[in-house]
């Protein structure tokens, strides 16, 4: 009894400050959560343009000037929407990878994602920039902070214009396999103005582009191609150049293409435009215009995939 008298108001004093030191520090962490900006609001992504310079924008803001650069405006509103997710979700693999580009996480141009200014969007659009900009706006709003994942992490979710009837599948064309881009069967051969195009060389043209000569590139063969009919190696007098080089180098619009000899050169028949893994963007553009839903668009695609929350 002596003891509680001699002790105990020193033992309620400790009681009280640590009461208080408790419910203050209590008050100062959920103030501090309160005005902490989430994931997305902070996200900034820096770009680099052709010229060398740099600049730091939202990723949302990121997101309108890709989708006005990367798909035509006049695309149904769910393909749209389907392309904003893609975007959003390369951007967003990009930065965690660590960047694209020494100084920044992407470039403006086709080696990452094409971005555009508001004023190179007035001058592409013309008088039809109001309504564009509002159409292009309203799907990367409508699909804000959603992206497109694969067992729980962001995809790489590659796209390209147009396949012809079949995606190609990633380790087909890059030879590494990527489960969720696998070949499906597409529709955009019925209404891409790129589904077909022919390009003609001379013989002469040919040895040059290709470091070959005339002989080697008139006795030029196809000896490999992908399951479905792209073009992977060809032989070129003693020389094996692949499908993607060869591509490059003749400026064809993909590696799915025929040689036609003639007289005097080679007609190079092409189906497609673009490498055909992942999205086709003219295949989704009739999709939605069947009535599939942005989602829809998404699993049809990307294989085994989820849809979820930036945030999450």
């Given at each position: 009894?002596?003891?509680?008298?001699?002790?105990?108001?020193?033992?309620?004093?400790?009681?009280?400050?640590?009461?208080?030191?408790?419910?203050?520090?209590?008050?100062?962490?959920?103030?501090?959560?309160?005005?902490?900006?989430?994931?997305?609001?902070?996200?900034?992504?820096?770009?680099?343009?052709?010229?060398?310079?740099?600049?730091?924008?939202?990723?949302?803001?990121?997101?309108?000037?890709?989708?006005?650069?990367?798909?035509?405006?006049?695309?149904?509103?769910?393909?749209?929407?389907?392309?904003?997710?893609?975007?959003?979700?390369?951007?967003?693999?990009?930065?965690?990878?660590?960047?694209?580009?020494?100084?920044?996480?992407?470039?403006?141009?086709?080696?990452?994602?094409?971005?555009?200014?508001?004023?190179?969007?007035?001058?592409?659009?013309?008088?039809?920039?109001?309504?564009?900009?509002?159409?292009?706006?309203?799907?990367?709003?409508?699909?804000?902070?959603?992206?497109?994942?694969?067992?729980?992490?962001?995809?790489?979710?590659?796209?390209?214009s147009?396949?012809?009837?079949?995606?190609?599948?990633?380790?087909?064309?890059?030879?590494?396999?990527?489960?969720?881009?696998?070949?499906?069967?597409?529709?955009?051969?019925?209404?891409?103005?790129?589904?077909?195009?022919?390009?003609?060389?001379?013989?002469?043209?040919?040895?040059?582009?290709?470091?070959?000569?005339?002989?080697?590139?008139?006795?030029?063969k196809v000896?490999?191609?992908?399951?479905?009919?792209?073009?992977?190696?060809?032989?070129?007098?003693?020389?094996?150049?692949?499908?993607q080089?060869?591509?490059?180098l003749?400026?064809?619009?993909?590696?799915?293409?025929?040689?036609?000899?003639?007289?005097?050169?080679?007609?190079?028949?092409?189906?497609?435009y673009?490498?055909?893994?992942?999205?086709?963007?003219?295949?989704?553009?009739?999709?939605?215009?069947?009535?599939?839903?942005?989602?829809?668009?998404i699993?049809?695609?990307?294989?085994?995939?989820?849809?979820?929350?930036?945030?999450?």
């Amino acid at each position: 009894m002596q003891y509680v008298k001699r002790y105990g108001g020193f033992l309620l004093m400790a009681l009280f400050l640590f009461t208080f030191t408790n419910l203050l520090l209590r008050g100062i962490a959920s103030n501090a959560n309160d005005h902490k900006p989430s994931k997305m609001e902070d996200m900034m992504i820096k770009i680099e343009d052709a010229s060398g310079k740099i600049q730091e924008i939202p990723l949302e803001s990121y997101c309108v000037g890709v989708l006005s650069g990367e798909m035509p405006a006049s695309f149904e509103p769910e393909a749209l929407r389907a392309q904003a997710m893609a975007i959003r979700t390369y951007a967003l693999h990009a930065k965690e990878s660590g960047g694209r580009h020494e100084q920044a996480d992407l470039c403006t141009t086709t080696h990452c994602q094409v971005w555009q200014s508001e004023a190179q969007m007035q001058q592409k659009w013309g008088s039809h920039y109001a309504a564009y900009h509002q159409k292009i706006e309203e799907a990367v709003n409508s699909t804000k902070g959603l992206i497109i994942t694969y067992q729980g992490q962001a995809i790489s979710p590659v796209y390209h214009s147009t396949c012809g009837s079949k995606t190609e599948a990633a380790g087909d064309y890059w030879s590494k396999d990527v489960p969720y881009l696998q070949s499906v069967p597409c529709n955009c051969a019925k209404i891409s103005p790129k589904a077909k195009s022919e390009l003609a060389y001379s013989y002469a043209e040919l040895a040059e582009l290709l470091g070959q000569s005339e002989k080697a590139v008139a006795a030029m063969k196809v000896v490999q191609t992908s399951p479905n009919g792209r073009v992977q190696e060809l032989q070129c007098g003693d020389v094996q150049l692949s499908g993607q080089k060869v591509r490059e180098l003749l400026h064809l619009n993909s590696t799915d293409f025929a040689l036609h000899p003639t007289e005097n050169g080679i007609l190079f028949a092409v189906s497609g435009y673009g490498h055909g893994v992942g999205l086709c963007q003219y295949g989704a553009n009739e999709y939605a215009k069947e009535g599939l839903s942005a989602e829809e668009i998404i699993y049809h695609y990307y294989t085994g995939v989820q849809i979820e929350s930036i945030s999450s």
